[in-house]
């Protein structure tokens, strides 16, 4: 099973989610990992009778919330420890330390820190990383149409002193009323729908989900996309 850490204060339920079913459509099958403190996921995501903790399906995705650890969500479904989940890719949203220590992010595929420019989500997406004790490589993921250099040295200055080893790729998706509006009227009717994303929001989910894969699918990753948008 392929690891994928998002890491940040910033809001990232709704991305997680819309990356997951993108890749369920390629035919993977994915776990979403909620394991944040405010557990948005468990508000958003429709689920008959919530306990504590639970996995529930969701258009093709499971999303396991209230977990502290991935044994614990071995155990739930009972998986032997010693075995993998049955799935192919775990998306792992996290706003905790602890989390970091728990899901064994260091040992991740692929980990990417989310933030956008306010002084919050950076300062508070950092603290997340403070009991590092090894280097960890990390894509941003910058919820902001373009980065001014100050912005960005800023950030830079901010993680002096940090284990984080910043990878040369940065991913943008852009804060724009339409974006923010389609996502909050899907998460209302309980639907997962592309057609009236920003070009630059799809864009981006199509660089990340190329990534995780770590294929060159651009075709078929866009082609997938054309029927999301259809809703097919």
Known sequence: MKNIGFIGG?????????IAKVLVSLGNKVLVIDSTVNQKAKYVVPVIKPTTSYVTDFEGIDVAVGFDSM????????TPQNNELDYDIALIDIDKTESVQSYKILEAERNYFVTAFDTYSLKRGLEILSGLTQILKLTRVFFSSEAS???????????????IEWEEEKIYFP???EDQNTIAENERVSKIKFKKLSNQ????????????????????????????????
């Open 10 to 18: 910033y809001d990232k339920t709704d991305l997680i989610i819309y």
């Open 71 to 78: 044994e614990e969500i071995k155990s739930y479904l009972g």
């Open 149 to 163: 250099q100050e912005e960005e040295d800023y950030l830079n200055y901010l993680s002096l002193g940090y284990k």
């Open 175 to 177: 804060i724009n009323i």
């Open 201 to 232: 929001y799809k864009e981006a989910m199509i660089f990340m989900v190329e990534e995780i894969l770590g294929g060159e699918q651009y075709s078929e990753i866009k082609k997938v996309f054309k029927q999301l948008e259809k809703g097919v």
